[in-house]
């Protein structure tokens, strides 16, 4: 994405703040249908399009004015799909260690990767892929046993009834707002507006009753009100669609669930989660971006997702062919090691201990007996756990050794535990991250600092 733009932070900024909180209760009484996507940790985004040549952003390129809207979508001609097999893709990100994936059925360019009735602007109608992508995709991901999501802007810069309007507090004579598929100004046209919510929803109706996706990851809400967009009604709409597809937090308040985008949060956030983040830079595969993170590096934010109880959307490019990039492939299988062999550690655990108690992230079982300790570093012979007052009855490497360990220390007097030292031999480390497990006696008991008389 093409920061800074200043709409987007103040979007992202609302993401995280109380007042963007998922509705409370909505669904009291009724099955958790977030159960899965709690438990996930990690699922993989795909930005797949007519810019998937890679020689520029999503959509983007045309709204800043990288590119002409005519150029932008001539791309759509070498958007192919000829090498596009699915199940190749949910083999993959099983290797991965995925548990879902997301794919942009269609982003803010309007180009539809299914057959829509609504619009000529899509894969089969418009481009030489000649058909409709989603419904292999969505098939090959069931037949895999992962969860389907469905990426969808709610924005459309293409859709003629799609007339922007100025953001709050922007001055008209900023030259960034000179945009007409950006930030039109004048006034809004109210009819052109109920047609286009019409298409919106209508659009919406095809992707749920026909693939039934477990998630519909909404994006691009920033430039209408949740009362513009009616999003509150929207959300009742869906459950009727679709009962027990869950969505994220970019339909104003009324998602499921936060997503933070492209920074690892500082502290948990007050509700369920899941990072949005690309491999390298850019969300959809672009020829010059070569600048990939490390299977270590991807290794250490999902570990850091989990251990604050949220989850890794971990995003890549496949080419306009539909084949996905070595690159992103290497990646995705490195990190496929380490998932598999620390699965105990990360699937179906809860956010672990607060800051203080130990140097890393860690993870906890549901029980609440066994901790999950995460080292990122080479540990100078031993590793250290405080604030632990169970009794501790086993600590060993995951997928490796028992390890020794010993608590030491402590003052009763006021109910603060010793350290447990816990030694790890270099034999035991993980090339990635090492898992360290250690199980108590009873559900976790946390020391908390003595009150202090001044
Ligand atoms: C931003 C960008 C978009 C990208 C999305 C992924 O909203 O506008 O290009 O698809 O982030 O989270």
Redesign the pocket.
């Known amino acids: 994405?093409?920061l800074p733009?200043p709409l987007?932070l103040a979007?992202a900024g609302l993401l995280l703040s109380p007042a963007a909180l998922p509705a409370a209760d909505a669904t009291a009484g009724a099955p958790d249908t977030m159960a899965w996507f709690r438990d996930a940790k990690l699922g993989i985004?795909l930005?797949w399009g007519v810019y998937s040549e890679g020689l520029g952003?999503?959509?983007?390129a045309f709204h800043d004015g990288k590119t002409t809207y005519e150029a932008y979508m001539a791309q759509a001609a070498t958007f192919t799909a000829s090498n596009y097999h699915p199940e190749e893709w949910a083999r993959l990100f099983s290797e991965a260690g995925a548990r879902y994936a997301v794919l942009?059925s269609k982003?803010?360019d309007g180009f539809a990767l299914w057959d829509t009735k609504l619009s000529r602007l899509n894969a089969k109608d418009a481009s030489p892929a000649g058909r409709d992508l989603i419904g292999p995709y969505c098939d090959a991901l069931r037949k895999e046993g992962l969860k389907v999501g469905l990426?969808f802007?709610n924005l459309d810069w293409s859709h003629p009834d799609y007339a922007s309007v100025l953001p709050t507090g922007a001055n008209p004579a900023d030259p960034q707002y000179k945009n007409r598929f950006g930030y039109p100004q004048g006034r809004q046209d109210p009819e052109a507006w109920k047609r286009f919510l019409a298409f919106h929803r209508g659009q919406l109706k095809e992707l749920e009753t026909r693939f039934r996706p477990d998630l519909l990851?909404f994006?691009?809400d920033?430039e209408r009100t949740d009362l513009q967009w009616g999003f509150r009604e929207l959300r009742e709409q869906l459950r009727q669609w679709n009962p027990t597809g869950i969505v994220n937090g970019?339909i104003g308040k009324y998602g499921d669930y936060l997503?933070p985008?492209?920074y690892i949060p500082l502290v948990p956030p007050p509700s369920a989660w899941e990072l949005?983040a690309t491999v390298n830079d850019s969300?959809?595969f672009q020829k010059q971006d070569h600048n990939f993170k490390s299977v270590r590096q991807v290794v250490r934010m999902l570990a850091e997702c989990a251990g604050m109880g949220g989850n890794l959307?971990l995003?890549v490019g496949p080419r306009s062919d539909g084949t996905i990039p070595d690159e992103d492939v290497r990646v995705l299988r490195g990190l496929g090691r380490w998932t598999h062999k620390h699965a105990e550690a990360l699937y179906g655990t809860v956010a672990g201990l607060p800051g203080g108690y130990f140097y890393g992230a860690t993870t906890l079982n549901k029980a609440r007996d066994t901790v999950y300790l995460f080292c990122f570093d080479r540990p100078n012979g031993q590793v250290a756990l405080k604030g632990i007052r169970n009794e501790v009855l086993r600590v060993s490497v995951v997928g490796g050794p028992e390890l020794v360990s010993r608590k030491i220390g402590g003052a009763e007097w006021v109910k603060m535990p010793g350290v447990l030292w816990i030694d790890v031999p270099e034999t035991a480390l993980d090339p990635d991250a090492t898992v360290i497990k250690v199980e108590l006696k009873g559900p976790l008991d946390l020391a908390t600092e003595p009150e202090r008389k001044p």
Not at 57 to 60: A, D, K, M, R
């Open positions: 994405m093409t733009r987007l979007a985004f930005h952003s999503e959509s983007w942009t982003h803010h990426y802007s990851w994006d691009g920033w970019r997503t985008e492209q949005c969300w959809g959307l995003d």
